[in-house]
């Protein structure tokens, strides 16, 4: 794999947070911006990945009504608070 370089404007402010992040964690601006941004990609392509299961499913008509939805939703936090207060 080689690496190429990107080009990124921003913000005269938000440089200056990179480069007094840069020195407080001794890691270069280059490594935080790469690692900023395969953070960013790796969450928008599994945000992408679950919407097109979604749609999969909803073709497939493998869905529920908003209220069965809620209630489970309701039933699973209700649930949870009970674990919480019994420990």
């Given at each position: ?34 690692e ?24 497939a ?11 489970r ?15």
């Amino acid at each position: 794999m080689s690496d190429v370089t990107v080009t990124v404007r921003m913000p005269k402010s938000l440089r200056d947070r990179l480069e007094a992040l840069s020195a407080e964690t001794r890691r270069s601006k280059s490594f935080l911006g790469k690692e900023a941004i395969q953070q960013f990609v790796d969450t928008e392509e599994e945000i992408i990945l679950g919407i097109k299961r979604g749609l999969v499913d909803v073709e497939a008509g493998r869905t529920i009504l908003h209220e069965e939805a809620m209630r489970r939703i309701r039933s699973t936090i209700d649930a949870a608070a009970q674990k919480k207060i019994a420990s």
